[in-house]
């Protein structure tokens, strides 16, 4: 969702069609899994029925999707993969993406085909050549996942009320209004929406969504979320490479790899990354190993202590 020199916008669309297959056998399956009691899956049922019920769904392959923009119908080109996702870009003129645009958004409906009734409400994130984005983590950066922790993550996935970090909101909403953020997290696809709802409802600011794609035959969630080395990379090397005028904040914990991997990056693009902040949840690390030779880093356990590092920067 970047501009291409001054007279086009390249909209890169991404979205999943499937059709839910919730039932009591997979609902049971979902408490063995877990090892959650009858009674405390009872007693926040509609939670955990919210945030389990999309990794059991029937993925639609073969699909091909149109999106209403502003009253105008576009097919896009590629259909639907195996797993139900879709990916196409649109290249659309710059007086026309001023006219669409809220701010740094652009709403539009996904449109299955002409009988359904649904509303499908996409969004999406646009990126000028320049200015400055931050490049946010989500698991125990902005939310209290507990990801070395088996028990302990899986519960804080699908049955305890999403919990933020204190002080985290405030600390991005303080870097002011003419910044852009970028979710990149080995999340999956299917907390896409219970993500979305748990940054609203906590007043962090709106961005865009990298998570991953997610399958039970492939991986147990909590192997799956703890390698997220390569997708992290990858995501935001390519949030890099889209916008090489543009400057990056990399923001995130010491629980997974974020470390090692902002410290790699900011050295393969030194003039991109303007600081790297790690919340700290985890001891025995050598930062200074990790970050040798480089200078523009922050180990934090409280926001408190980033008052002085956060001024810096906005001056």
Known sequence: MFKDFITNWQLNIHGWIYEPEWGGSISQSMRHLFDIEETEQLKLNSLFIERAKTFFVDNERGKQISINLDN??????????????????????????????????INFKAVTRPDDKRDFIG?????DNKGVSI???IDDTVKISEVLDKQALLKNTFINPFKPVLGMAEFYNNFG?????????????????????????NNFPNGSFHLRLFRWKDSSLFKF????QNHKNKSIKALLKCCPQR???LIGDSGEHDPKIYANIARQYPQQILHI??????????YKEIFHGLSKWTVFKNTQELKTSLQDLIN
Not at 123 to 127: F, P, Q, V
Not at 225 to 228: A, T
């Open 72 to 105: 105008e119908l576009i097919t896009l080109k590629n259909k639907s993969a195996r797993n139900g996702h879709f990916f196409d870009s649109l290249i659309l003129p710059a007086k026309q993406i001023e006219i669409l645009r809220t701010g740094y958004v």
């Open 123 to 127: 969004k999406i994130h646009l990126i």
């Open 135 to 137: 490049i946010s983590d």
């Open 177 to 201: 209004k003419n910044i852009t953020f970028h979710y990149v997290s080995a999340s999956p696809w299917q907390l896409y929406q219970p993500l979305t709802n748990f940054l609203t409802e």
């Open 225 to 228: 979320i703890q390698s997220s």
């Open 247 to 249: 400057r990056f904040i």
């Open 277 to 286: 902040f790690i919340r700290e949840v985890t001891n025995n690390i050598d």
